[in-house]
């Protein structure tokens, strides 16, 4: 009995070691269903060896063993496959050993692993490979079921008291060596469970070790007193570049390294503060120590060690053992030298460049936090880069108070959209002096979240001056050509003025002595014709500063070429040929007749000049649209609508693209000296523009140039072309009272002339207030002719003002010299008072007259 309790016990505790060895299997690890065939197999094994060591009980000399443990727990722990291998084999011994194998005990030796592989299931197997107590339990009620069936078997065979005693005397027999089997056998493979797991730790956990110390680039040591050969771990013999050939191992990863190899390693003059640590150790002096030395490797390379250790004794007073670790520090002092170097680089950049390096925290922006600014901010703001650490608000105080609401408010717009912007702003430093700032900046978020703002902020004041100094420079320049210009426009009117004098005088002064009726009429027309010619002089040189007052009319330019067409042949050689090509069903425009004809004859004489009197000119209209807003090389708007277009075209040599930009220019010109005052295309274009309308100008060299005028169409299109009708004076002033205010002497006298012919009873007046004192004296007039602009207290404006106090009704015609005067609004004049423009035609100044005294209403007196 006891041989087979020793026999049995001993082939469990096999069992436990077999079932161990699976569990800490290092191809094994992690693979699940291998572990549990494995460990199927093994129990099935263990059945096997313990099938062989079996007793003989009862009368009828049964063989009971202690296989009911490792067939249970084959199923619980290997899963299907342990359960049907264990089984397998249980079922196997039997037949090979031709042992008697009845029903009962077929049943048993395939229903005891089921019920290990049930439980499993019921379980849930959460806790494999540990069999907890409740499922122990499980088990053994399990266990205990499965004598059920024989013992029914036993009653329904043998009925008899005495069977039914024995069958229940042996049930009670196997049943108890059943129990003992299993706890013995869940005893002893728990133990290997939980042994296994602990191995699986401490293996998992001395990888993760090894593997820290290898990433981490570290490594182990241990030396034992008065031994040469220290003891270097893999990672030891990674961080100096060894190997472990020649020297003793341990698994084939460690070395023993002598010590004299290793001191050669270490650099001369790390060698000494080395030594010394080292012997202050083994003295027992120094129980902890570490340090840094350099050492050079055997491939050449210079390595950074950190090195830590601690020694220990075995009788408590001098060291016998140093054990400790050595750290690779060279990628982390190759990265602090790199960032010295940057570091210095940023700050020579920093002390080279004309400006300040910031960084500052804007997470608060009305609490702004300097985390860095370059020393060079003494320069610009007088003050030290510490100074603004510890108030940041003295930048705030030295900024130019107009524009720091400005300035913190692109910071904080541009800051929410993380955009970068640059700013120019002005500085008064702590010396007092003005200094301008061009301020560039970035922003970006910080490892916290925080609003980082890096910026450069340049010393731009040498900049700024010198843009004013060349600003000034330009102005004077600007003013010198303006002089230049104003002197070049006065020679070129008084020399067409002189002329023009000189025609009127000479054709005087022959009126004066010559007695032929006839001559009379020619000399009288001649010196009209000169001072008609002299008028739109002047009206040209207002045009040109785009202050003429145009009197616009509806037109048909086509009428307007044919009738242009008539006089080109007297201004033109016979060798210039003029061809029209007129759109039927033209557009009418408003415009200035006077001003249009004379840019026509401009842009005709500017085409006979360029073919050198020799050539085709060629005149053209048409009908165009403007879709979308237009606007041509010179940067001249023109806005979507309707336009009438006049081309003049001639077959010059064409101007060259250098001068395309320039020829509307004042006083640009290409003619000779004396040919021409470069005012025509200046006075053309001023004339379109007051229009509405713009010049085009288009050329290629050996072909020629057309240019084309861009009228507005007129809104409301006459039913017929329009055509100029002349004007008739009203016979029907005879005994019309009119008060006449004129401060020139020979004015005031032709005017006096003319009025009295047409039948106006007029009286004239020097100045304003000499006309209100008459006016008042008399207030019998029926309408006031006056100056504008006149010596005296009241001008035209407010005699007109003063008068129509008193008599409201009064009509008005007021006359100037200039144009700025004839156009003023308020201050006496009303919208339906006439306003003329001096030289004034006879029949202009009488139509006018007759148009105010058309309606006039009697007067209270």
Not at 152 to 175: C, D, E, H, R, W
Not at 424 to 443: E, Q
Not at 458 to 474: H, I, K, P, S, Y
Request: net charge negative.
């Amino acid at each position: 009995m006891f041989a087979f309790i020793l026999q049995s016990l001993i082939s469990l505790s096999l069992a436990g070691v077999l079932v161990y060895v699976a569990l800490t299997n290092d191809y094994l690890n992690g693979k699940e269903q291998r572990q549990k065939a494995l460990i199927g197999l093994c129990l099935g094994v263990t059945v096997i060896s313990l099938s062989m060591i079996s007793i003989e009980v009862g009368p009828q000399r049964i063989s009971m063993n202690a296989v009911t443990g490792p067939l249970l727990l084959a199923g619980y722990l290997g899963g299907p496959v342990g359960a049907f291998i264990a089984g397998l084999c249980a079922v196997m011994f039997r037949v090979l050993s031709s042992d008697p194998m009845p029903a009962v005990t077929l049943y048993m030796l395939l229903a005891i692993p089921s019920l290990g592989l049930a439980t499993s299931y019921l379980k849930g197997g959460r806790a494999w490979p540990q069999i907890s107590r409740r499922a122990l339990l499980t088990i053994w009620i399990g266990y205990c079921l499965l004598f059920i069936p024989p013992l029914l078997n036993n009653l329904y065979v043998s009925p008899t008291s005495s069977s039914l005693f024995q069958a229940v005397k042996m049930t009670l027999i196997f049943g108890g060596n059943g129990t003992l089997s299993i706890v013995v056998t869940w005893k002893i493979l728990n133990f290997a469970a939980r042994l296994a797991d602990k191995v699986n730790g401490a293996n998992e956990l001395s990888e993760s070790f090894e593997l820290a110390m290898g990433m981490s680039g570290m490594g182990r040591f241990r030396r034992e007193k008065g031994d040469p050969r220290p003891f270097f771990d893999e990672g030891m013999l990674a961080i100096y570049g060894l190997d472990n050939t020649g020297a003793s191992e341990e698994g084939g990863k460690h070395g023993f390294i002598p010590v004299s190899g290793w001191d050669k390693l270490v650099l001369p003059e790390d060698q000494p503060e080395i030594l010394s640590e080292v012997d202050r150790v083994w003295r027992g002096e120094q129980r902890f120590g570490r340090g840094e030395f350099r050492a050079l490797r055997p491939d050449g390379s210079v390595c950074f060690i950190r090195a830590a250790w601690v020694s220990d004794s075995k009788n408590g007073e001098v060291p016998t053992r140093v054990t400790g670790v050595h750290m690779d520090l060279t990628d982390i002092r190759e990265a602090e030298r790199q960032n010295r170097a940057s570091q210095e680089r940023l700050a020579m950049i920093a002390e080279e460049i004309p400006g300040v390096i910031m960084e500052i925290d804007m997470t608060d922006i009305k609490r702004p936090k300097p985390l860095y600014v370059s020393p060079k901010c003494k320069e610009i703001w007088g003050v030290s880069d510490h100074e603004i650490y510890d108030r940041p608000e003295i930048l705030f105080e030295m900024h130019d108070p107009e524009d720091i609401d400005h300035f913190m408010g692109l910071i904080e717009t541009k800051g929410a959209e993380g955009k970068p912007f640059s700013h120019r702003y002005r500085i008064t430093s702590r010396d007092g002096s003005n200094r301008w700032l061009d301020f560039h900046c970035s922003f970006s978020k910080g490892t916290d979240g925080e609003v980082l703002l890096r910026a450069v902020q340049l010393d731009a004041t040498g900049q700024v001056e010198v843009q004013n100094q060349m600003q000034q420079e330009r102005e004077i320049a600007r003013r010198a050509q303006k002089f230049e210009s104003i002197g070049q426009l006065t020679g070129g009117v008084a020399h067409d003025f002189n002329n023009l004098l000189a025609v009127v005088l000479g054709n005087l002064e022959l009126l004066r002595d010559d007695e032929e009726p006839a001559k009379q009429v020619q000399l009288i027309d001649a010196a009209i014709a000169a001072a008609l010619r002299g008028a739109d002089l002047t009206k040209n040189m207002l045009a040109f500063a785009r202050k003429a007052p145009l009197e616009p009319v509806k037109l048909n330019l086509n009428d307007v070429v044919r009738e242009a067409k008539n006089w080109m042949g007297r201004a033109l050689p016979e060798s210039v040929q003029v061809e029209t090509s007129l759109l039927a069903g033209l557009w009418a425009i408003d415009a200035d007749r006077t001003s249009l004809e004379s840019a026509l004859l401009n842009l005709t004489l500017n085409a006979r000049d360029a073919m050198n009197g020799k050539g085709n000119l060629t005149i053209e209209t048409a009908n165009v649209r403007i879709d979308d807003d237009y606007i041509d090389s010179r940067e001249e708007e023109l806005a979507p609508g309707r336009y009438v277009m006049l081309a003049i075209s001639d077959t010059g040599p064409g101007i060259e693209k250098e001068l395309l930009a320039s020829i509307f220019e004042p006083f640009f010109t290409t003619k000779p000296p004396g040919v021409g005052s470069g005012l025509g295309l200046s006075m053309t274009l001023g004339f379109m523009r007051q229009s509405g309308g713009t010049v085009q100008v288009y050329s290629e060299i050996g072909e020629g140039t057309t240019f084309k005028l861009y009228f507005p169409a007129a809104k409301d299109q006459p039913d017929t072309p329009t055509k100029v009708q002349s004007i008739k004076v009203a016979e029907a002033t005879a005994g019309r009272r009119l008060l006449l205010a004129e401060d020139e002497e020979g004015v005031r006298d032709t005017l006096v002339t003319i009025l009295e012919r047409a039948g106006y009873l007029v009286t004239a007046t020097a100045s304003g207030d000499e006309a209100f004192a008459t006016f008042v004296a008399d207030p019998t007039y029926d309408l006031l002719l006056t100056d504008i602009v006149m010596p005296g207290k009241l001008q035209g404006t407010t005699l007109a003002k003063e008068l129509r106090l008193r008599w409201t009704d009064l009509p008005v015609i007021f006359m100037s010299g200039y144009a700025s005067e004839a156009t003023v609004h308020g201050n006496g004049l009303r919208p339906e008072d006439i306003r003329l423009m001096k030289p004034v035609r006879r029949a202009d100044l009488l139509a006018a007259l007759d148009k105010a005294t058309a309606n006039l209403r009697d007067r209270p007196t």
